[in-house]
């Protein structure tokens, strides 16, 4: 890992920042865009929903010099996430990689199953794009992307209600972008489309990460590299979609 570049005993005034919401295990997605952004410097702000896991994250990266803040919020709950974005002085990005991926058959899919995923995907996604919006136009800049899937492309068996909230957030995204791009702020949406070598999919998949090989996942440090050169996009050049996937990945 190479080092920070800027220490957490900088005053947090000093620091750009990122908040960085969907956050969970060390070995994460969320985790891993926390750490890439810490070490260019930024202050980030964690949100998720157990404190432990982000307790361990920010640990982390303040052990490595950098400066980290965790808050436990429910990206769905517009007051929640109110006073998330409160913690931060100068928000210049944010990354919303909260998700639940619920898989059931058509036919036993209940009502509040799908309102779960709508509700974790796309509502919280429009909830904390919009706060991100309101913080960030003002200051004629910022970054704002959002974690898509496989399924924010096309439905499949079993996956109809987190193919239905995915795609939701997808043109979320899209009419967010269309508005706010001419406003200063960059929006991009990110299609993972693969399994993501971190530790959920390990811990409930263990047989599938053996199948997939080397590389045959998505690595989190590559992902979390992808992230933050979007961020780093001239406006004159700025991506709107960007799809990832190992090379083993049929498509």
Known sequence: MLPFRMTGSLHRSMLPEAIIVGVGAEHGLGAAVARRFAREGHRVILAGRTMDKLATVVAGIE?????????????????????????????????????????????????ETFEEAWRTNTLGGFVVGREAARRMVPQGRGTLIFTGATASLRGAAHFAAFAAAKAGLRVLAQSAARELGPLGLHVAHVVIDGGIDGERLRARHPERAAAAGEDGLLNIDAIAEAYWQLHCQHRSAWTLELDLRPYKEPF
Not at 84 to 98: E, I, K, S, T
């Open 63 to 111: 052990a490595a010099g950098g400066s980290a803040e965790a808050v436990v919020a429910d990206a769905a709950d517009s007051v929640q996430v109110g006073r998330l974005f409160d913690r931060a002085q100068n928000p210049g990005a944010v990354v919303f990689n909260a998700g639940v991926n619920i898989r059931a058959a058509f036919r036993e899919i209940s009502v």
